[in-house]
């Protein structure tokens, strides 16, 4: 048996409400500590507690955090899911379980590690409650010493965890302890996989994207945020809450921001407009049922134009879906989000990194041209750790896009809110308050001329539709560009947000075992960078992997690019509810390549 | 009008004009809208300070024709509170004026009605109240009287939603009812309003002269003159006139408002103040009965905290805080990221 170092997939099977997410992040902590790339995946039920939920954690020397679809070493603490779990594992693989669940005549040709876990922590504790979270950091225990971990690594992450619970720290360090002591005693290593220190994470954090995106915001300078709870974007508002609360609390202890919490995803947006509109860099961050209630205003935002940032964390629809899992499934109907001509510009983030830089210049680009700014992230991103290099500060000034102040209309001696003064759509604005008898303007959903009037003349509403159409197709240059790896292929591939992950490590496997070379256009926003169709162009097929069943992307691209270039086009679309895999991208794209 | 009168600010009445009305000649919407004009002129407040907001009716359509130097957002049917409530955070020191419908309110704005009311947010709500979707051709709306007939002869059968019962419930601390062709009273109601730190919901009764104004609708300037219950004589002594008031205690409630004016009731229902919270649910459940138009101040409290002050906010609007104040240091950034390596 030839050991495997440094490239192994855990799943440790629970079930949600049992206390397991603590034991999880010390296990992910410590094989960051020991420099090995890593990356957690928690898969959990839209429920508070009993159903079944996975912890993938998955190391990897290479450095893929996609998931990964093969699990090496299962925990399995679950008697509900246990027997499935176990079938489904590849030849090989490794089983850690409670003993009473009775495992090892499921199958034979995995290895066993069978744990008396309530006994092994009983001398811990002899309270029920606080034995069952025991039972979680014992695992942790085990799994440290059949991997390998470095047991001080895995103490320093359970300190850094429990470091303001004293009493919590003693009992989870023995739990983690005496899981240890008993598979060094009892249990005899049969699998292959082992962790071993690297120095690949050295300077590097890890967050969640939502968390990510909140600090974004926080840096980008937000002072109104609105919200109606829903997952996965309530945890995007929770830390913003906190970040806030303790970065922007001015001198005199009162806040430079208002966080609402709001009655619905109405209100939540209604705010959002009225703040913009007042001069507030004002964002919002829901999921697909919340945008869904947001279309009417999204329009009005669009027509009215008024600067708005909206964060939809998706997760999967239609309807409620499957609330608690990801998707690429609001690409496009964000895109046009409302009824009429209405068309946003959207953000597409696929690393954490991404989530902060985009969380504050989202801003810049609402203020900059006028409108609701939509970042897509999704579930994936937003609410599993990844590690990443620390944020970078904003490397730009904050800049609040045409706004005339008394000063400039003193100039001036007046303006016209939708006259197209500079030739690039934008028209300038004026802030309600403005000291100024001509600051004011009739902001509106309704048809306008240039000067905020009511008009149904039809010159003035086409000119007015010409103009904002403009005003979002010059956006595609401002907005951040599409990044390209590879060059001279033939085949290509599109890819956006988190399916990022598994892009990178499909594209070496094509390479490697299809010997197929592919290059690779990551898009960022929408409307498309001229860069975009170049990539078409420039390669004879080009597979556009998205997380939804209809290609949304593909069919936002087939909208844009010239007739002749469409047919080269193929979606690879999967939406199995989990994030996406390499293997299933690598497979595909080769059986269609006819590799 | 070479000599015209100027207000305590030095402005004269053009200076609160809006655009041509293109509501019907004789709506009682722009009875309302030359109140709330007379009302700021008269109160001397700086327009640039007003924000309008309103959503989608005729009623909505109405801060157009009048106070164009205010800021003005035409919104969507029945979101108006979030939009202003959304305004007044980024701005608060904002004079909001809110104007709806009974449509807007009542019926696909009653969600965020109640929640703006629950949240005591500053501004005047003004429903513009005539019973029917005037904009969309004289539907009925939820305020309409069981009985109410329209042109064509339908009866409503379902009770009204009554907007100043519900906003007294759910904490507007200014409620008030009164009638476009009662210039007195809505005048001093408006001024009152306007001073009263708060949610300040004011049900004006404003005929449909287009689709709810004939016989057998009791949302018409006739039924409702006949049947309006004032409550008392309403006066308004604006804050800088006040120059200690005289008033008969036993014949009058006086009412010291926020920005220190004083609001007068002189009674016409003894014993009635319309301070007293369980007082005014009670009357206005014994006019329902008696089939009157209740008028007048229903409740006050003058005193309650609104949302924004309940937020811990600085003075300055959010909108205009410096970039130093809004984003962070580097140094904070770095404390986050080393707490997260
Ligand atoms: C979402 C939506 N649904 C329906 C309409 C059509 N609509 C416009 S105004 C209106 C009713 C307005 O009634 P009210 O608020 O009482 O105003 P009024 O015209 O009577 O002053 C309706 C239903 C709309 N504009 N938006
Ligand atoms: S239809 Fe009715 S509400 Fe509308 S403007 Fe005419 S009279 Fe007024
Ligand atoms: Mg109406």
Redesign the pocket.
Known sequence: MTTVVNDVSLQVATVNGSGSQSANMVLLRAIFQMGVPVSGKNLFPSNIAGLPTWYTIRASKDGWVGRKKEIDVLVAMNAESAKEDVASLRPGSAVVYDEPLALSSVRSDVAFYPVPFDKVVHPISSEAKTKKLLRNMAYVGVVAQLLELEMAEVERAIGKHFAKKAKALELNLAAARAGFDFAKAQLKKTDPFVVRRMDATRGKIIIDGNSAAALGAMFGGVTVVTWYPITPSSSLVESLISYMGRYRIGPDGKATYAIVQAEDELAAIGMVMGAGWAGARAMTATAGPGISLMSEFAGLGYFAEVPAVIWDVQRVGPSTGLPTRTSQGDVLSTAFLSHGDTRHLLLLPATVEECFQFGWEAFEYAEHFQTPVFVLSDLDIGMNNWMAEPFRYPDRPIHRGKVLSKEDLDRLGGFERYRDVDGDGIGYRTLPGTDHPAAAYFARGTGHNEKAQYSERSDDWERNLARLERKVHNARTALPAPVLQGEGAEVGIIAYGSSHHAMLEAREQLRSEKKLDVDYLRVRAYPFHDDVEAFVKNHARVYVVEQNRDGQLAGLLKLDLTAELVPRLRSVAHIPGLPLDARSVTEEVAAREGR | MADAKTNRIGLTLADYQGGKST??AG?G?NAISERLLNTMFELGIQPERVAKLSGIG?SSKSPAYFMSRAHSFNTVHGRMPSVATGALLANRTLIALGVSGDGDTASIGIGQFVHLVRRNLPLVYVIED?GVY??TKGQFSATADVGSKLKTGVVNELPPIDTCLLAIELGATFVGRSFSGDKRQLSAMLKAAVSHRGTAVLDVISP????NDHEGSTKSFAYTKDHDEPLHELSFVPVFEDIGVEYNAGTTVDVRLHDGSHLQLHKLEESYDPRQKLQAVQRILEAQVRGEVLTGVLYVDPAAPTFLDRLGMVETPLATLPANEVRPPRTALDEVMRSLG
């Open positions: 509501l019907c709506c919407h005729c005539n005037g904009l449909c002269v287009a689709f």
